[in-house]
């Protein structure tokens, strides 16, 4: 509440004589959201975790000839993981029991890998040179863990697993490995320094698709390129010069190979986990005819100088269509089975990256400039259609896939957003409400509220040297997108936002027809709306900022080199932003934890200074 005083609540606990123990103070309340006191959380809610880790590396190389030599290199990478969860007597119950909540485990990850290459370098002629090698890698990935935990059940506070509800309490397991042989082999043969043909080729084995109709995966590349003002007759090159000084073309093909990200999926991996004592059902079918995941992509670009340098552009236009994605679907869990997975899909990207630079010297002053501009458009070619169900027979289409708040539609983008509910509406369209009474909602068809994918990323980055002084700014622009804020929600919710202000100044929110509804009404209605919390994701911001300085020689003596110092910043100044937080967060890396806020910490502004002693 606004009438109160924060302060108080950093005194979190106090102490109850009648239960004996210390116990969560916060005067709010739970709030309906199960809210503890913050400094609760961060005091007497611990996660304590501790990594011992280690790398080795090591490598070998044999030169047999001038032109052939061969590598070997291996590398190992262990981490030891313990963890404890301790959560306090008066903790939520949404988390713990009255006496406190322990948990402990660890886990170990181990990482073996060792390659084997033979590389071959040689020149035919004064116009020909090859460069080749052949070789073979092979890597292991082994995670396991094991936990125990549970509620407290008899001393408050107590941390030990002698002091857990053996009703309340139960262990745990984890184990995976996975692990992949490749061989794999690349060629490059140059003419006259000035085309260069490229070719890759890549055989791998991995673990997970053990037991498939098809365990391997070869994908190849090919790329050309030429410096098209080397291959000029001399005259011409002339005529062009200092208008073009260079030119370079450049074209390549290439295939790209996953395996299912999962292990599991095939005949003969399945495992069944066990829960409470019971044999859990397999989660997915097996189906043999899993196959690699694949991604053909074509690329074009040119790189050009002109006028001695002074000005530079280049251009690259690409087009990438990934097939035989999972896509997955519930069974009746009576099959044994819970889920099925399908592979298909069409999903294509296409895109344009393009920079343009200008590097100029005024008397003693150099002044550099650079702009870059991507874009990039997808599109669900195809999804899958006509699947028949391997227990029942049935044949099914999966045209229309939901992903919690996005949907995958043919024709649509991965990124798209639908909502499927809004405020009560008559048969004329118009909100239905009963003075007095609560706003309504229903649900609906979904309807799309947009693509959190960007339009267009800009960049625009300076230079300037000066006697030994450098300043670099960078600004950067995302534009187009959209992305929905819970946090505003919340605070809509709850009266403590602008926006809920102003609607309580105003004397309620105004939804047209004359019809005005209460402010708290109006925000507990929408609450659960994204589609009132949609904003735009465009932004323009002061990204990076440096000014550095370099001591000259002749007053460092000989002790040393060089000297330098520098002040930098970043994420400095936000120039141009709707919404109510920084569009550029996101909760996860995953393709549909993008464009959505609820309470994320905000964006990270930097500010620092650096010195660099040369001995």
Do not use: C
Request: a positive charge.
């Amino acid at each position: 509440p606004r009438g109160q005083n924060f302060d108080q609540e950093k005194y979190f606990e106090r102490y109850d004589a009648q239960l004996g123990y210390y116990v969560q103070q916060w005067s709010p309340g739970s709030m309906g959201m199960d809210v503890q006191n913050p400094y609760w959380v961060a005091y007497r809610n611990l996660h304590p975790e501790t990594n011992d880790r280690y790398m080795l590396f090591g490598s070998l190389k044999y030169e047999l000839n001038k032109q052939i030599n061969f590598t070997g290199r291996v590398r190992l990478d262990n981490t030891y993981t313990e963890r404890e969860t301790k959560l306090y007597a008066s903790t939520s119950s949404v988390f713990a029991k009255p006496l406190g909540y322990y948990s402990a485990d660890n886990s170990y990850f181990k990482q073996k890998y060792v390659d084997f290459m033979a590389n071959y370098s040689n020149a035919f002629s004064e116009d020909f040179n090859l460069t080749a090698t052949l070789g073979t890698s092979y890597e292991e990935y082994d995670n396991k863990g094991q936990g125990f935990g549970g509620h407290l059940s008899l001393i408050p506070n107590k941390f030990i697993f002698a002091n857990t509800n053996p009703l309340q309490s139960g262990g745990s397991q984890s184990s995976s490995r996975k692990s992949n042989f490749a061989v794999f082999g690349s060629a490059e043969l140059a003419w006259r320094n000035a085309v260069y043909l490229t070719l890759t080729g890549r055989t791998d084995k991995p673990s997970q698709l053990v037991g498939s109709v098809d365990p391997w995966i070869f994908y190849p590349s090919v790329g050309l390129s030429a410096v098209v003002t080397d291959l000029l007759p001399n005259d011409v090159r002339a005529k062009l010069r200092p208008a073009l000084s260079f030119l370079k073309v450049r074209t390549s093909y290439t295939e790209v190979g996953s395996p299912i990200p999962f292990t599991g999926l095939t005949p003969g991996t399945i495992t069944h986990s066990i829960r409470s004592g019971k044999v859990e059902p397999f989660d997915y079918y097996p189906l043999p005819d899993l196959k690699a995941e694949r991604t053909r992509s074509f690329e074009l670009g040119i790189d050009s100088r002109w006028f001695d340098g002074a000005l530079t552009f280049g251009a690259t236009i690409y087009q990438s269509n990934t097939l035989n994605q999972l896509l997955e679907t519930d069974l009746d869990p009576g099959t044994g089975y819970k889920k099925l997975y399908v592979q298909a899909g069409n999903v294509r990207n296409r895109g344009v990256e393009m920079t343009l630079g200008l590097n100029k010297k005024f008397g003693p002053v150099d002044y550099s400039t650079s702009v870059t501009a991507t874009a990039n458009r997808n599109k669900i070619i195809k999804l899958a259609s006509g699947v028949k169900n391997p227990i029942t027979g049935e044949v099914f289409d999966l045209t229309d896939i939901a992903k919690g708040r996005f949907r995958l539609r043919e024709g649509g983008e991965l990124g798209d957003v639908y909502a499927s509910e809004r405020i009560k509406r008559d048969a004329n369209g118009y909100i239905e409400y009963t003075a007095g009474q609560s706003l309504v909602t229903e649900p609906t068809e979904p309807y799309k509220l947009g693509s959190v994918n960007a339009k267009w990323n800009l960049g625009w980055k300076h230079g300037v040297s000066f006697k030994g002084f450098d300043l670099n700014v960078l600004f950067t622009a995302r534009l187009g997108g959209i992305v929905i804020s819970k946090t505003q929600a919340a605070l809509d919710k709850f009266g403590v936002s602008q926006a809920s202000a102003d609607a309580r100044n105003a004397g309620g929110v105004r939804l047209g027809q004359g019809l005005t509804i209460a402010p708290q009404q109006y925000y507990d209605a929408v609450y659960n709306l994204d589609s009132y919390y949609v904003y735009s994701a465009t932004n323009v911001r002061l990204q990076e900022l440096s000014l550095s300085y370099n001591l000259p020689k002749s007053i460092l003596g000989k002790t040393f080199k060089n000297v330098g110092v520098s002040l930098y910043a970043t994420n400095l100044w936000m120039i141009y932003n709707k919404a109510p937080y920084d569009p550029e967060l996101t909760g996860s890396t995953g393709t549909f934890g993008q464009g959505y806020d609820y309470f994320m910490l905000p964006s990270q502004r930097t500010i620092g200074a650096s010195i660099k002693l040369g001995i």
